[in-house]
């Protein structure tokens, strides 16, 4: 029997607890219809493969059963967690380091200055690590960005392989029409914090078309900031803040929008919000961080943009404001990229080959 494994720790984060009951939900043969949260006390004997989706869970391992090992995040080879400089605003490009993860901690802004954080961080990374070394199970990384640098930090290429997210089709989706492109609504989905380029998407509204309007779907300590920002630049009765949104009210957003704007400062690892607007036939416009690119064709799925670039993303978003054609159509290429790719049941296909093979 194959068991999915998520430490009680990671209960609270919603994306992979999400996408593993999201696993569940497609029965895939032979795998249980239970989560573990914990490894303690129980015979590992009695599984045939364990896929663990949290590293804490890798101390228990021991070689007593076959198991996979995907990787969601930096964290194992980033003590931050981030590979974002905010200082510089730019991507890390060191392996880690005792020296080089200070220095980014202290001087670079990429994680906490507390000393007993720093030095927190630092070692579960390298315990990460060097516990996936020792193990030598096989790793899945959700993009070639994240497979890349755990290469770069030690581990060998035959270890890791990359599956690329999937996501579910919705139950109702509706291609762009040229009514909803006259409304002229833009959609931002996301946490409200600074790594999710919230700031600099709000600056860049103020070049576009003034009857150009954002919706803001999601809620972080950083919003009353962005609040601040928003009447700062005059933009008060072009953004709405739509605050938390269940997955009905977040269709609804998608369907009134003409595009999709994922403007993450840090390289996020994979960026599912690309595959939610693909499954609803709108583009995206997005800065070329992290994995990204690897789920998003410029010019024909969408428009990818230099982080941070104002001026870029602003003409962007108005290059397909004032093209309904051009928009359309890369609404309907991602659709069908994201049927071609990224549906869950492809998704899941994949991963079946890969226990198999493993099992083999």
């Known amino acids: 029997m194959i068991y999915q494994c998520i430490p009680s720790s990671l209960n609270v984060d919603g994306g992979v607890k999400n996408y593993v009951k999201s696993l569940l939900d497609w029965r895939i043969p032979n795998t249980s219809d239970n989560i573990l949260t914990t490894l303690q006390n129980i015979r590992l004997e009695q599984f045939d493969l364990l896929h663990i989706h949290g590293a804490e869970l890798l101390g228990e391992i021991w070689h007593k059963c076959p198991v996979i090992y995907t990787l969601h995040n930096h964290n194992s080879?980033?003590?931050?967690?981030?590979?974002?400089?905010?200082?510089?605003q730019l991507s890390c490009e060191r392996t880690m380091s005792k020296l080089g993860c200070t220095w980014g901690h202290l001087v670079e802004g990429c994680g906490s200055r507390r000393p007993q954080n720093m030095i927190k961080n630092l070692q579960r990374s390298q315990w990460e690590l060097e516990t996936l070394k020792?193990?030598?199970i096989l790793i899945i990384a959700n993009s070639n960005y994240v497979r890349g640098w755990l290469i770069k930090n030690g581990l060998p290429p035959h270890q890791v392989i990359t599956l690329h997210c999937g996501v579910s089709k919705p139950s109702a989706i509706q291609p762009l029409t040229q009514n909803i492109h006259?409304?002229?609504?833009?959609?931002?989905?996301?946490?409200?914090?600074?790594?999710?380029?919230?700031?600099?998407?709000?600056?860049?509204?103020?070049?576009?078309e003034p009857k150009i309007h954002l919706d803001i779907a999601g809620d972080g300590w950083e919003r009353p900031q962005m609040e601040n920002l928003v009447k700062k630049l005059g933009l008060t009765k072009r953004v709405t803040w739509q605050g938390w949104c269940h997955q009905q009210k977040l269709d609804e957003l998608y369907q009134q929008c003409f595009c999709v704007?994922?403007?993450?400062?840090?390289p996020e690892p994979a960026g599912l919000v690309t595959l939610e607007a693909y499954a609803r036939y709108r583009p995206v416009i997005a800065s070329a961080?992290?994995?990204?690119?690897?789920?998003?064709?410029?010019?024909e799925t969408g428009l990818l943009i230099k982080a941070n670039h104002r001026t870029q993303l602003a003409a962007a978003i108005n290059e397909l404001s004032q093209d309904y054609f051009k928009t359309q159509k890369m609404g309907q290429q991602g659709h069908t990229l994201f049927k071609e790719k990224f549906t869950m049941d492809i998704h899941v296909q994949k991963?079946?080959?890969?226990?198999?093979q493993y099992l083999a």
Do not use: M
């Not at 996301?190 to 999710?196: A, E």
């Open 134 to 136: 020792r193990l030598k």
């Open 182 to 208: 006259q409304n002229q609504r833009i959609l931002f989905v996301g946490r409200i914090v600074p790594d999710k380029g919230l700031s600099w998407l709000l600056e860049a509204l103020t070049l576009t």
């Open 289 to 299: 961080v992290g994995g990204i690119p690897e789920y998003l064709h410029s010019g």
């Open 261 to 266: 704007i994922f403007p993450s400062v840090w």
């Open 77 to 88: 080879y980033c003590p931050s967690g981030t590979k974002y400089l905010t200082a510089n």
């Open 351 to 356: 991963l079946q080959k890969i226990y198999e």
